[in-house]
């Protein structure tokens, strides 16, 4: 029996091999540092993105807002799904975004990464952003899988202490007070980097 070279293999016209150096749409963050430290400039569009945080209020949202302002001068929807705090309008409106094109799932408990999946998979929202009580490998696999489907970034906020986890997300973020540290990029230098960020409203 004849070995098969590889070579000879990818040069048969039928075998398909995608494309080779496609480089995936971005939305770059507004923070030029950070968008300095991930692949292509920006966060992935149709991925999954994890921001890990010791307790709310470290720099999560301000990571998010000049992003969600963009965004939403382009009429594009934003979704909030099971935040802890409702989200504080007047804020929200002095950092440049449309609160008109904001929704808030709020109360839904154990189903919003449902909620967050089916948002995500509309087609009808750039972001969607998501605070699950938990969440499996597996529920995450079927969001990042959403976001794919739909063309939007999906992020989930998760405790700091799930960075020793693996996780299907495309980019991982720890969100401190100081800055945010990249944990992971796909398509990049996995090596742990802190970046600091830029003063922005709080919200």
Known sequence: MNAVVLSDVLRDPRVWQGPRHAQPAVEPTGHALLDDALPGGGLPVGSLVEVLHEFDGTNELTLLLPLIARVSRMQHRIVFVNPPYIPYAP??????VDPACMHTIQDCGDESLWAAEQALRSSTCALVACWPRQASDRQL??????????RAIGVV???????????????????????????????????????????????
């Open 91 to 96: 804020a929200f409106v002095s950092a440049g």
């Open 141 to 150: 696999r079927r969001l990042q899988l959403a976001a794919e489907g739909g």
């Open 157 to 203: 906020f998760r405790p700091a202490r799930m960075a020793m986890t693996t996780s299907p997300a495309a980019v991982r973020l720890r969100a401190g007070v100081r800055g945010i540290e990249v944990l992971k990029c796909r398509g990049g230098n996995a090596r742990a980097r802190s970046v600091p960020l830029s003063s922005v409203a709080r919200c």
